[in-house]
């Protein structure tokens, strides 16, 4: 089975399965995330919809709420009784009609901390799933990393004045056994402090020594900049089996390991952030849909764990990208009711449709700028 969708996810034009696959599976769980919490709350639900636009199939579940599949697959909503859009935009006219058994389930009329819970359910949901995900990959199959190959080395580096070239195995600096790219290889690289290792390199079946003195040069970041390190100027082979090690993680160590790769793409998310917003970093780097469904297409080649992991990935940063305060995401609702927590009560209608205006604006305006980089690159 899972060859059969491994063959299909990297086949099909753009990786739009995998996109599909992907996005449905991060979109059920944030909205599933608001549903369970609004339904606790007492909350009306009229509808669940993955997708926008046109229905192409659904049913209706006892309580009445339409549980839906949508034609365009790049999110999704959960529609509140008393809303106007799928959005969460109250719905004043409708609402001042309902009898007062009707508003007793209308979110606008429950209590602040309810709707705030309402609001924060689905990125929690986000984190939740990807913790899950990560503890289960890394406990059952192990933490994936790149092996010592040398996949590339850079020009006038001391990897290339030393005679390193493209394909070499290192398997030991200073007779200590690397298995790493990173972590291994690259941690013993920059505590060296410039001073000169023995590299153990293996090269078409034969086994040499080669000294190379590491020395500070510019290498590439996470951020789509460059930094100084401590290195010898090369870089990892690209991620196939050949090049691939799975590193052991104990199961009950597994969840411990699993928020901590959470954090850490939550820590690199705000950072890539805050220095584009500083000029730090290049915000040509952003990718939109045609970026991860290009992304999903190579996850699904290389097998089902790096598209589940890919999935775990963009379920974080849905989450986070969810809690920024801009009116029309969660983080906006959020704001709202932080500013209505603060004066005793809630913004004016003008303020509040303003401010959706503008969220839309931004959201769209996002969207495009994303869509753009993809196309040029």
Known sequence: MLSVLHHLFAWAPL??????????FVVFFHELGHYLVARACGV?????????????????????????ISWLPLGGYVKFLGDADAASTPDRERVA??????????????????????????????????????TLLFGLIGAKSLSTVVGSVMPNSPAAMAGIKPGDKITAVNGKPVKLFYGELQGIVEASKGKPLAFTVVRAGQTKTIAIQPRSINVSNIYGGTQ???????????????????????LAKAPVIGVEQTWLIVDASLTGVWRMVSRQADARQLTGVVGIAGISQKAASHGFY????????????????????????????LLYYACEAVLGRPLGERVQDV?????LALVVSLVIFTVWNDLVR
């Open 97 to 134: 009609e309902m009898d007062a058994k009707q508003r007793s389930q209308v979110l606008l009329f429950k209590p602040l901390y309810q709707r705030a819970l309402v609001a924060v359910a689905g990125p929690l949901a986000n984190f939740i799933l990807a913790i899950v995900v990560f």
């Open 228 to 250: 100084k390190a401590t290195a010898i100027g090369v870089g990892p082979a690209d991620d196939t089996p050949d090049n691939t090690v799975y590193i052991p993680v104990p």
């Open 355 to 359: 401010g959706f205006r503008v969220g």
């Open 44 to 68: 009306g639900i009229e509808t669940f919809s993955i997708g926008f636009g046109g229905e192409i199939f659904g049913w209706t579940d006892h309580r009445g709420t339409r549980w839906k």
């Open 306 to 333: 790096d598209l589940i992991y890919l999935a775990a990935f963009i379920s974080v940063s849905i989450g986070l990208i969810n809690l920024f305060p801009i009116p029309l995401l969660d983080g906006g609702h």
């Open 15 to 24: 990786g739009l399965p995998a996109f599909i696959f992907v996005i449905t």
